[in-house]
């Protein structure tokens, strides 16, 4: 299931929890897009903190996703990952290596705030400013 979370309007955030489908991409998509649409760059937050698993058919439209975005990875500017398993961590890790113009980062369940403000950091014009 996802959830999406109250963020800055350059952050796109969401609660990533049980097992995840397909469907659940029809709600992902268009906020991430929503985004894009209104900001050159933009941060990704996820808290997976709850998350167990993906369908196959979810998975297929992750990578879809994914691969229609190639050309834009440099608009993503930060992504945290909220994370108690190792494998997302790992993961994480990987594709901060993988991603160079995308800075990654974990947090642990419990630091959402501290991970939403790290990932809305790329913004410190705004922060700054106040706005």
Request: glycine residues 4%; charged residues 25%.
């Amino acid at each position: 299931m996802i959830e999406t979370l109250p963020a800055p309007e350059y952050v796109a955030a969401f609660r990533i929890s049980g097992t995840l489908h397909s469907a659940d991409y029809d709600v992902l998509i268009p906020a991430i897009e929503a985004k894009l649409e209104h900001n050159e760059h933009i941060g990704v937050l996820a808290d997976m903190a709850e998350f167990d698993h993906m369908t196959p058919a979810a998975l297929w439209r992750d990578l879809v996703y994914a691969v229609s975005k190639l050309g834009e990875y440099h608009r993503f500017k930060r992504a945290a990952v909220i994370a108690d398993k190792r494998w997302i961590e790992n993961t994480t890790k990987l594709a901060d290596k993988l991603f160079p113009t995308t800075e990654m980062r974990v947090f642990h369940h419990g630091e959402l705030e501290e991970a939403m403000r790290w990932v809305a950091g790329f913004r410190s014009d705004l922060i700054d400013s106040g706005s």
